[in-house]
Every structure is written in C-alpha cells, then in structure tokens.
C-alpha cells in the first residue's frame, strides 16, 4: 500500500530461514576427525546430538534448561502448605467458637467449651472429632467447612482437570452421587481393560456420559489411563515427600473431606492405575523447600512438574542401549522448556534422519554407528593424512595414483574381457573403433574395441597388521595416531591393492580380527595384559589362508608381552613382569611366521627398555626389523613399510 514503511532489523523469531542447510558431510567429519584422535565412536556420535547444529541447540543445552526448571521447582514452597491451611482455618473457627460460647450463658455453652478443649492436638483427628459438632457460631462454621471444601476441592480437581466446579460443590449429596457414579463407572472400565476385554465400546458410552469431567479428551483407554496415572503419581509422590506425621494428617483430612463413599472409590482407583501402569515410579519422593506454603494442588503441580522433568532428562540424556531422539516426547519439551526447546529437538531428529536418509550412520542395539560409507570416508581421510606427511617427508614419495598396478607393463595388449582390472590402452581403443566404424566425429565405441595393457603378474601380499588393544595405549595417548594407522592402511588396501588380503589383528589379554568397523568402534582392553603370542597365531592362520601372496605381518605395540594362552586348556594367562613362559610361547609364534617366509616388522611406542630388548631380539630372529617412530609418524612408518614389504622387499 503506498504510503507504508518499513523497517528490517535481526531475525529474531527463531531459526534463521533463509540460513544454508546443515552441512551433514561436515556434520560425519566432525565425528570422525574425534574418532581419529582416539575418541569413541559412540561417545563422539552421541557428542554431535548434543552439540547441535553448529553447535548450538544441543541435548546438552536443552538438559541443562530442564535441570535449571527442575531446581527451581524443587525450590517453590512448603509441600505441607494443605495441613498448614487447614490449621490456621481450624484454629480461625475455634477462636470464633469460643467468643461466641463466653457470650452464652447455661450448660450447653459450657459443655461446648469443654469438647472444644478437649480436641486431640493432631488437626486431622481434631477435624476428625468435629463433624458432628453444633456450631454456634456462623463464622466458626464457615471456616471449618471450608477445611473440608476447600481440600475436597483440590484433590478432586488434581485428579480430574474437568471437575473445577462440582468438586467445590462436593458437598452436595446429589453432587457427591454424581461423583461416584462416574468413578464407580471408571473403576468398572479400568477393570475389564486390566482382564484384557475390548472396551472400545465401553470406553464410547463412558465418554458420552462423564466425557466434560475429561477436557483431555484421551482417543482411548490407554491415553485416559496415561493422564489419570500420571496425575494419581503426582499425588502419590506428596505424600512420600512429606514426614510420617505430616502424611498421617494430610490423609485423615482427605478421608474426611471426600467421605466414606468417594474415598473408597479413590483409592479402588489407585489400586487400577498401579496396576496398567507400573513403569511409573510411585515410589519415590522429593525434598522440595521453600518459604510458601503450598496448597495440595499447588504441590501435587510442582511434584507432577518435576517427575515430567525427569522423565525429560532422563531422554535427553539418551544413555540406554538403542536410544533415538524418538524417545524424545516433543510435546512434554513444547510445556516444559518451550516452543524454541520443540523446535531444537525437531531440528536434532532431522539432522538425525538426515544422516540416516543419506546412508551415513545405521543403528544397531546399541545406538548409533557410522555406516560402511561414512567409515570409508574416515579411513580416507586418514590415509589422506598419512600420505600428506609421505609426500611431505625426506624418504621419498609415493604416488598413490600408481600404486597398486596389477603388474609390469610388457608392451603388449589384448581384448577386454569380463573381470580384467589391467589400464585400458587407450590408443589401439580408439584405433579399433575407428577401423570399425570409420571416420567420424565423435567415436562410438563398443565393447568389442576395447583392448588392455598386457602386464607381467605380480604377486599379491597378505598382510596381517597386529594392533596393541591395552589401556596402556590410551593412557599414554597412543589410541589415536594407532587407529588411524590401522583405518588409513585398511583403505589403502581395500582401493588400490584390492588383491592383497588385509586382516587387522586387536590384542589385549586376548586377541581377536577386527572388521574396519570394529575397528573405528573398538574401546581399550580395561584388562590387564599383552598377548601378543595370540595375536601372532591369529596372523599366522591369516597368512596360511593365502599361501600365494607376499606374507607380511605388522606389528604396533608398546609393551612387552604379559600374557599367553595356556596349552592346556586355552585360557589367557597374565603375569607381570613377563614369565619366561610367556616369552617362549611368543617366540615360537614367532618361529612359525620366520619358517613360514613371513616378513615381519616390528613398531616400538614408547622407550620401557624391557620393551626394547624384546622387540630388538625378535627383530634379529625374525631377519625383519624394528622401528621407533614418534607417534605422529607411526601411520607414515606403516604405510611406508607396507608398499615395500608387498614387493618382497625384506
């Protein structure tokens, strides 16, 4: 319209909407940058959720809402403001009473003043004591009956929202019937859902009769239930909350507020609500504090406001086996925390399903892991860094585009056939194309032009990389630069020697083969114990399955050996220092791998001279040879040593 202005200024309703997309690429190299730095996978994939996108809107800022709201609901007030109320209300009308009863001459008035100084000092009993009682003054009478109008109404109306208006008329006889004609109903409802029978009938008809003391209006049995069993939880946890003398009176005056009828009706209820719902914790307490005394209601609201946070926190903190951000109720964070809380977890499950739409993360029983997609890209990474401080370094260079070539080139060439992984000559391709279809721009090529490089055959290796899995290398710093060695060698072989055999080799107090995804998620062995003899009869076996390749064993470790497995029944055996048992059965592991051709290389972290004496003597009996890289050339060392061992370089 002419003549309106203007005026822009910083977004301030939310997310940015015109903001770029997340970055789920650099999201999964956030997580494996971690990774290689010895992190844990799971603990760096649960580290991104509770982050956020670019850091911000994280579980962990939304926990740390949640336990600020929590400590401030713990803080709220007295959670014994009900029987505080009804005593200062008792005690209103008994001063009233009595002025009324000293203006009163005769008998009557003074047996009156004697029942009156007669009452037990317990309010619920004195209450209790006072309900046949003949007051003779108005005032008096209205403060004591709203002592029991007053709680009647609160507990009616904490455990059915709908019942505002006729739980202050509870007094009422026709209105306490029709009470108890709707909880009677109720409990009969509960009562066939608990046996199991089909109460969608039942559950329509009841609805339509008592559906206004309901303003949830639940779709089913189970959702009526989930409000009223939260609700009957709440009220559960006040009295637990309180001391054994204020629960005693609470209690008495709840019986006398509700009367015989809706009490029993009351508590046949709770009895059902334990029943269908005993996940909920009916047991527990809390030590709320605070200068207000709070009414029933008011800490029956705190106490239901603080088990929804808990349950809150207790999802954010997504810490139990197979745990997703599904678990997260968005509509409890929207009351709790608030819409801008909603809206982080809704875009936490989209980064989420993002990552799982593109093939990056998978889920096992156990949570979230990277995908084999998201591990190649890992392992590339690392193998890019290894080759950078290659290329970088004084001990030549190593063209990763030229390494793995099947063989030597010999001058000739042949047809393409299915299966050939030789370099296409492209050449004599493109002569026999243009020979069969002439001239003209541009060639068509067909299957049959095709022609490869002729190459001498060149052995295969079959490398055994045996990792040391102690706490000793992670304590020390060690995790890190080794798995990456171990990730950044595996991708080497699997794209540009997909002919060698790579088998990965973990040991601790045991040893065991490793997959490159067991790899990335593989934790330190908390056990004591080096068994590196297991560790080399699990890379001999390897070997032996590929008696045609260059044998070649790799080992990183940076203890000597402590434990071996006993001949006799196969259990690891550990003692420190080394037993010459030990040593023994490691040698002849060793032994094996020698008369078997292997070529066998050691790589030292750290300077334990025990250590050194070890690895320096196996290096001489196995004519292979020992290395004492610094941990940031540990993957350079390997990779290094690995191309020239291939080639039968000894």
């Not at 990774?35 to 994280?58: F, H, I, M, T, Y």
């Not at 970088?392 to 060439?413: C, F, I, K, N, W």
């Amino acid at each position: 319209m002419a003549g309106d202005r203007f005026r822009y200024g910083q977004w301030r309703g939310g997310p940015d909407p015109l903001a770029p997309p997340y970055d789920v690429r650099a999201a999964v190299d956030a997580v494996g940058a971690e990774v290689l730095a010895g992190g844990s996978l799971r603990e760096a994939l649960r580290d991104l959720l509770r982050r956020g996108p670019q850091g911000r809107g994280g579980l962990d800022d939304l926990a740390a809402r949640a336990r600020r709201l929590r400590r401030e609901a713990l803080r709220r007030g007295d959670l014994d403001g009900a029987v505080t109320r009804a005593r200062a209300l008792l005690d209103q009308a008994l001063a009233a009473e009595r002025d009324e009863l000293r203006g009163r001459d005769g008998d009557d008035a003074r047996f009156a003043e004697a029942v009156l100084d007669n009452l037990p000092r317990s309010t619920a009993r004195a209450v209790a004591e006072l309900a046949g009682y003949d007051w003779a003054s108005d005032e008096a009478r209205q403060a004591y009956r709203k002592i029991l109008d007053g709680l009647r109404g609160e507990v009616l109306e904490q455990r059915f929202a709908g019942l505002r208006d006729a739980a202050r008329a509870a007094g009422d006889p026709a209105v306490q019937r029709q009470l108890a004609e709707m909880m009677r109903d109720l409990n009969d409802l509960l009562a066939r859902h608990a046996r199991a029978e089909d109460t969608t009938d039942a559950f329509a008809g009841f609805m339509r009769r008592h559906g206004q003391f309901f303003p949830e209006q639940p779709k089913d049995v189970d959702e009526l239930v989930d409000v009223l069993a939260r609700r009957a939880v709440a009220g559960e946890r006040l009295m637990r909350s309180l001391s054994e003398r204020q629960r005693e009176e609470l209690a008495g005056l709840m019986r006398q507020s509700l009367g015989d009828r809706l009490a029993g009706e009351m508590s046949a209820l709770d009895g059902h609500l334990r029943a269908l719902r005993p996940d909920l914790d009916w047991q527990r307490g809390e030590r709320v504090r605070g200068e207000q005394p709070l009414g029933y209601g008011e800490a029956t609201g705190a106490l239901g406001e603080i088990a929804e946070l808990d349950e809150l926190l207790d999802a954010l903190d997504q810490d139990h086996p197979g745990a997703s951000l599904d678990d997260v109720d968005v509509e409890a964070v929207a009351r709790t925390l608030g819409r801008d809380a909603a809206d982080d977890v809704r875009r936490l499950r989209e980064l989420e399903r993002e990552l799982r739409r593109q093939g990056w993360v998978g889920r096992d029983a156990d949570g979230l892991t990277l995908s084999p997609k998201a591990l190649r890209r890992l392992a590339g990474t690392a193998l890019r860094r290894v080759f950078a401080d290659l290329t970088a370094g004084p001990r030549g260079q190593h063209d990763l585009r030229a390494a793995g070539a099947a063989g030597e080139v010999s001058g000739a060439s042949r047809p393409w056939e299915y299966g050939d992984e030789q370099p296409l000559d492209v050449v004599r391709t493109l002569t026999r194309a243009v020979r069969r279809g002439g001239p003209t721009v541009p060639v068509q090529l067909a299957v049959d032009d095709f022609e490869v490089v002729e190459t001498e055959r060149r052995a295969s290796a079959a490398v055994a990389l045996c990792v040391d899995l102690s706490y000793s290398m992670i304590s020390q710093g060690r995790w890190g630069p080794m798995k990456q060695t171990a990730l950044a060698l595996s991708h080497l072989v699997a794209t540009r020697f997909p002919q060698d055999a790579l088998q990965i080799v973990g040991f601790g107090r045991r040893a065991l083969p490793l997959t490159q995804q067991e790899l990335a998620a593989v934790e330190p062995d908390l056990e004591q114990g080096t068994n590196l003899q297991h560790a080399l009869r699990l890379a001999g076996r390897h070997l032996r399955r590929h008696p045609g390749a260059e044998p070649v064993v790799l080992v990183v470790t940076d203890g000597e050996p402590t434990a071996h497995l006993d001949p006799d029944d196969g259990e690891a055996y550990f003692h420190w220092p080394s037993l010459p048992e030990t040593i023994e059965a490691t040698v002849r592991e060793v032994d094996r791998l020698t008369r078997y051709g292997a070529t066998l290389n050691l790589f030292m972290l750290g300077d334990d001279p025990g250590l050194r004496r070890f690895v320096d003597a196996v290096a001489r009996r196995s004519k292979g040879r020992m290395f004492t890289p610094d941990l940031e050339d540990l993957g350079e060392y390997v990779v290094s040593d690995y191309l020239r061992a291939r080639r039968g370089g000894r």
